[in-house]
């Protein structure tokens, strides 16, 4: 058997018996390439943080697909299924530490602070949104938290994230960059470039490999022939860990582990989180025609929110109660948010010019007052319904 | 005044930046010890060291990406490429991030990151050393582009350029780089941005030049005066956003106009300063704009001198401009 059949039976297997795969490679599912040091361990009050930042993406999200459903909002990419990789990972960082995130991790602003409104306006593109409507929705960036937006190209924000945290390192901070990807972006150049450059100059920077196991329609194994993401890292020379990735403990001690490592000196490390995308890769996908539903059932027994909350049950972090009464206050903070952003009006037509240079150039003054004149002369409606 | 070839003076605007704002990095190719290929980087490492002179791995992808992040966190990172021939696996990180973020970040994240690379044929590389790609990037909104012909203009532009707030590619004629040679003050001082320079004032026509073809031009309008067609020669300097006052005072005054480039033609930035021209001063031309530019051909090894537009074909192109009768 080639390696690469070995990579898919081993994959085949790992979707028909996604738990006992994971007990194989250790009780909590990690499977580490390279040893990481002494485990970070949580307390029940910060699980509890994790638990409650993970609960408020998964209402978001589904409270913001439903909108898209009625039209309220153009598009949207959920992070369900992949809550504990997303907070547990950046619940590792400081404040002072940048986020470079991809699809499905802008949610990890809210934990650090950002506003839910500008966040939500983010998606509903209007004046509330501080990207001033310019990017489709998930695309949030929010210079106060130290997150940049992601790149739809896909892998083009990781070199980014190896300046930054290379600058950081030039600029002797102790600044750490954690960097995100989905398993399809492991193909693209700029993953290959970012993984050779931040290992060569030792950049503090943490790779996050969110492996859902699909990008749009490609499994993994159509992605690479490697047996994991993780070891990878080996041939860049740098350490690479798998972990479950619905586990939030697992995810977190991984990638502290990772942020001290950079943090002191030693360079970067590819945490790879085993995870599911448990929706649509966005509001425009339909899986059905290309994902067998036993698979998406067999990931929903291991859904991070379900297994976050029968841990803090079963260590009393958290009640039948409490839990309820958590998601109607996170619901009713949403939809309170919802209607606030939804009430305000599309950001100023003069806006189109702004931002493309730091001062406006003469071929822009002259395009602004053209598309003036004419906004004037066709009575303040230039087509497309607005 | 120390007379510098252009190449000389390029270093010399890295040197004093480098000396004057710590957060100015260069980082490339071979730009550290061995001080580029062209030498447009030498003594920097000696001087500046390791931490603000970085030879990086082989992709400009990551060069380009990596300074991007480094502008983002503060830092003033000038990328060398080493031919713009080799720009392009950098393309994506240019049209998609470097000259977008502020826009799409709405203001709160920008990236002054300025690309130096050299451009341009002339010194027998065929087409991967040898192409003019500055319409590709003067498509994208966000970007500023740069070219300046000779070693005073090189120094000052380039001073300019990395004490702005926008992207900018700089492109340095090659083929000139030790050929044109030129008195440049020591120290400080700047070329504005934005503004073209009238090398030779005259009456029958407006030739617009820049970079090397800027020489080849001022041949052909000195043959040119010879026979009696007496030319005003601009070399461009800003190619984005161009100096449009000057073109089109200029070709109020003359009323035809010649456009010189490497490049090839079609979609080549001789067509937009031709549109530019026509909206501007329709009632002032008496021919058309005329294009003497690189042909619509991959650039060729051998060939060199037959593709690209040097003075014997800027002369034609001059006198059948001076000849058109409406």
New interface residues.
């Given amino acids: 058997m080639t390696r690469a059949e070995k990579a898919v039976t081993k994959a085949k297997a790992a979707k028909q018996k996604p738990a006992a795969a994971a007990k194989k490679n250790g009780s909590n599912g990690s499977h580490p390439v390279v040893q990481t040091e002494a485990k970070a361990t949580l307390s029940t009050q910060q699980l509890l943080e994790i638990y409650r930042a993970m609960l408020r993406i998964r209402v978001l999200d589904e409270r913001m697909m439903t909108l898209q459903r009625q039209g309220r909002i153009g598009f949207y990419g959920t992070c369900s299924g992949q809550e504990a990789a997303t907070i547990a990972s950046t619940y590792a960082l400081r404040a002072s530490d ?1 986020i470079v995130p991809a699809l499905r991790e802008a949610g990890a602003m809210l934990m650090r602070g950002f506003p839910l409104v500008p966040y939500i306006a983010q998606v509903f593109g209007n004046s509330g ?4 409507g ?2 489709m929705p998930s ?1 949030q ?3 106060s938290v130290n997150q ?2 992601w ?1 739809s ?1 896909i892998g ?13 390192k ?2 002797k901070h102790d600044t750490v ?1 954690m960097a995100f990807m989905g398993d399809g972006a492991t193909s693209s ?2 993953f ?3 993984m ?2 931040a290992a ?2 030792k950049a503090p920077v943490v790779f996050v490999c969110q492996n859902n196991h699909w990008s749009i329609s490609i499994p993994t194994h159509r992605q690479t022939a490697s047996e994991s993401i993780a070891i990878k890292a080996v041939a860049y020379g740098m350490p690479g860990v798998k972990v479950d990735g619905n586990d939030p403990e697992a995810v977190y001690a991984a990638c502290a582990a990772a942020v001290e490592r950079a943090r002191r000196g030693g360079g970067p490390t590819l945490v790879e989180c085993e995870t599911y995308r448990m929706g649509a890769h966005s509001s425009s996908d339909d899986p059905t025609r290309y994902r067998d539903q036993a698979e998406v059932d067999r990931w929903k027994l291991r859904d991070p929110i379900d297994r976050t909350r029968a841990k803090l049950i079963k260590a009393k972090g958290l009640t039948e109660a409490s839990d309820t009464r958590l998601r109607a206050d996170l619901l009713s903070e949403i939809n309170a948010a919802i209607k606030e952003v939804e009430a305000l009006p599309n950001p100023p037509s003069s806006t189109l010019f ?5 001062e406006l ?3 822009l003054q002259q395009q602004q007052q053209e598309f003036e004149a004419a906004l004037k002369r066709a009575g303040g409606d230039l087509g497309g319904g607005h | 005044m120390p007379t510098l070839n252009l190449l000389q003076a390029v270093n010399d605007a890295l040197r004093v930046e480098m000396r004057r704002d710590p957060r100015t ?1 260069v980082l490339g190719e071979d730009v550290g010890k061995f001080g580029g290929v062209f030498r447009a980087t030498a003594g920097l490492y000696e001087e500046f060291g390791p ?2 002179v ?1 030879d ?2 082989l ?1 400009e ?2 060069i ?12 003033k ?1 000038v990328p060398e490429i080493q031919f713009s021939d080799f720009i392009f ?1 950098g393309f ?2 240019i049209v ?2 470097l000259c977008k973020l ?9 990236a002054p990151v300025v690309i130096r690379t050299p451009f341009g044929g002339g010194i027998r590389g065929g087409h991967y050393h040898s192409q003019s790609p500055e319409a590709l990037f003067i498509h994208q ?2 970007l ?1 582009v740069v070219a300046p012909s000779n070693p005073y203009d090189a120094k000052g532009l380039l001073l300019a350029a990395m004490r ?3 992207p900018i590619i700089f492109f340095e004629p090659k083929r000139v780089y030790r050929a044109s040679k030129g008195e440049v003050p020591e120290g400080d001082y700047e070329v504005p941005l ?1 503004v073209a320079k009238v090398l030779r004032e005259g009456t029958a026509m407006t030739v617009i030049a820049w970079g090397a073809m800027v020489h080849e031009a001022l041949i052909a309008v000195e043959k040119a005066a010879e026979a009696g067609i007496d030319c005003e020669l601009i070399d461009l300097r800003t190619l984005w ?1 161009l100096d ?1 006052d000057c073109l089109v005072a200029s070709v109020e005054k003359t009323g035809r106009a010649v456009i010189v480039h490497e490049a090839p033609r079609t979609c080549g930035l001789g067509g937009e300063i031709s549109s530019l021209i026509q909206e501007r001063c329709f009632v002032h031309l008496q021919a058309p704009v005329k294009r003497v530019t690189g042909w619509d051909t991959p650039f060729p090894y051998t060939l060199e001198n037959e593709y690209l537009p040097l003075a014997p074909r800027i002369l034609q192109g001059i006198e059948d401009t001076a000849k058109f009768i409406v």
């Fill in positions: 940048w949104d501080l990207t001033k310019r990017q695309h960036a929010g210079r940049v937006s790149g190209c083009s924000q990781l070199p980014h994230a190896v300046g930054i945290a290379f600058a950081a030039l600029s960059a150049n700029d290959h470039t970012s050779n450059f060569v100059f702004e931002d493309v240079y730091a150039p003469w071929h | 990095i931490d603000r970085i990086t791995p992709a992808g990551g380009i990406g990596t300074a991007i992040g480094m502008a983002m966190y503060g830092l990172p696996p994506d990180q998609s991030e502020r826009y799409r970040s709405g203001g709160q994240y920008t909104a966000g500023k702005q707030p926008d934005g956003p449009i």
